[in-house]
């Protein structure tokens, strides 16, 4: 439901109701017979055979949001929302009888506000907004004492953090963008939480980006150049905020060149990771389990050329 309070001030609030069915199961044969034989203490295999365990889970979402008009080119706004990932059936050692266990829901109440405008004479375009979220049963995965991988409800976390991008058309042939963001992404210190104040994986806290655009009219073709950078500071690939499993920050340089012909034809040569930087971008995965993490390394540098042709 969305009610214009004023000419230039807007409400907006939803609501919605969700239910998830959920079926998981495990199905082992034994080609001998029964066995006493557990997998790290998983299951009592007593017989073959199907096991499951169903669920039905259902909760409300909603949300709240307002947007003010300052002016024709100035908008304000603020939202609070409400959001869930459902319940979780997992086959877990730590269950009654070696079973199955329920994981918690996990909700996150986010806020934001912000700021979206147009400034000189429309040239300047800047969008800026502040956010928090609190989470509450952070659903995640980790290595049990055992050596499996079994999802877990972490505890509590917030994110906290500031998002600003610009774009200035500085002349008809130049225009730069810059992007810049910050996110405390933390688990919280509670009894309750697995990981106490540590960062949550994949979060860096830092990240940014510039690029530029230059335009040139060559009478027989249109050239365009566009130079980019983008950086972000360290990252972990685990929650346990691991030495061996991290990434320390990091940039990239890349540059783009395309020329576009008459009748639709265009030519483009491009370079990404120019300073063939070396970099990961995932660590630990299933191979962690076995005390051999695996490491997925980023593109090297890259270049090529293109040709193409809109009909």
Same mark, same amino acid.
């Given at each position: 439901?969305?009610?214009?309070?004023?000419? %230039?001030?807007?409400?907006?609030?939803?609501?919605?109701?969700?239910?998830?069915?959920?079926?998981?199961?495990?199905?082992?044969?034994?080609?001998?017979?029964?066995?006493?034989?557990?997998?790290?203490?998983?299951?009592?295999?007593? $017989? /073959?055979?199907? !096991?499951?365990?169903?669920?039905?889970? +259902?909760?409300?979402?909603? %949300?709240?949001?307002?947007?003010?008009? *300052?002016? +024709?080119? =100035?908008?304000?706004?603020?939202?609070y929302? %409400? @959001?869930?990932?459902?319940?979780?059936?997992?086959?877990?050692?730590?269950?009654?009888?070696a @079973?199955?266990? *329920?994981?918690?829901?996990e909700?996150?109440?986010?806020?934001?506000?912000?700021?979206?405008?147009?400034?000189?004479?429309?040239?300047?375009? !800047?969008?800026?907004?502040?956010?928090?979220?609190?989470?509450?049963?952070?659903?995640?995965?980790?290595?049990?004492?055992?050596?499996? =991988?079994?999802?877990?409800?972490?505890?509590?976390?917030?994110?906290? @953090?500031?998002?600003?991008?610009? !774009?200035?058309?500085?002349?008809?042939?130049?225009?730069?963008?810059?992007?810049?963001?910050?996110?405390?992404?933390?688990?919280?210190?509670?009894? /309750? $939480? =697995?990981?106490?104040? /540590?960062?949550?994986?994949?979060?860096?806290?830092?990240?940014?980006? !510039?690029?530029? %655009?230059?335009?040139?009219?060559?009478?027989?073709?249109?050239?365009?150049?566009?130079p980019?950078?983008?950086?972000?500071?360290e990252?972990?690939?685990?929650?346990?905020?691991?030495?061996?499993?991290?990434?320390?920050?990091?940039?990239?340089?890349?540059?783009?060149?395309?020329?576009?012909?008459?009748?639709?034809f265009?030519l483009?040569?491009?370079v990404? /990771? &120019?300073l063939?930087?070396?970099?990961?971008?995932? &660590?630990?995965?299933?191979?962690?389990?076995?005390?051999?993490?695996?490491?997925?390394?980023?593109?090297?540098?890259?270049?090529? =050329?293109?040709?193409?042709?809109?009909?």
């Amino acid at each position: 439901i969305s009610y214009a309070v004023t000419d %230039r001030f807007e409400l907006t609030a939803g609501l919605r109701w969700t239910e998830d069915r959920k079926k998981s199961g495990l199905d082992v044969e034994y080609l001998n017979g029964p066995s006493q034989v557990t997998f790290g203490g998983l299951f009592v295999t007593e $017989s /073959n055979g199907l !096991i499951t365990q169903s669920g039905t889970f +259902d909760d409300f979402t909603y %949300r709240l949001a307002g947007t003010y008009r *300052v002016t +024709d080119a =100035i908008n304000l706004f603020a939202n609070y929302a %409400r @959001g869930r990932r459902p319940e979780v059936i997992t086959a877990s050692a730590s269950a009654p009888g070696a @079973g199955f266990a *329920v994981l918690d829901s996990e909700t996150v109440d986010a806020w934001e506000a912000g700021m979206k405008g147009l400034f000189l004479d429309g040239d300047l375009s !800047i969008d800026a907004s502040v956010f928090y979220y609190d989470y509450a049963n952070w659903q995640t995965t980790q290595v049990n004492s055992s050596g499996l =991988i079994e999802p877990i409800n972490a505890g509590d976390a917030t994110s906290t @953090g500031f998002e600003a991008s610009g !774009i200035w058309s500085v002349t008809d042939m130049v225009a730069l963008t810059a992007n810049y963001g910050y996110n405390k992404a933390r688990f919280d210190d509670g009894s /309750n $939480s =697995i990981y106490p104040g /540590n960062p949550l994986r994949l979060s860096p806290d830092n990240t940014a980006s !510039i690029s530029a %655009r230059f335009l040139f009219d060559l009478g027989f073709a249109d050239l365009k150049l566009v130079p980019s950078y983008t950086w972000q500071s360290e990252v972990y690939f685990t929650n346990e905020e691991r030495a061996d499993l991290q990434q320390d920050a990091y940039g990239l340089l890349n540059l783009n060149v395309q020329m576009d012909f008459a009748h639709g034809f265009g030519l483009e040569a491009y370079v990404s /990771n &120019a300073l063939d930087e070396e970099y990961l971008i995932d &660590a630990g995965n299933t191979g962690d389990a076995f005390g051999i993490p695996t490491f997925i390394s980023g593109p090297p540098r890259f270049y090529g =050329i293109r040709a193409s042709k809109t009909f």
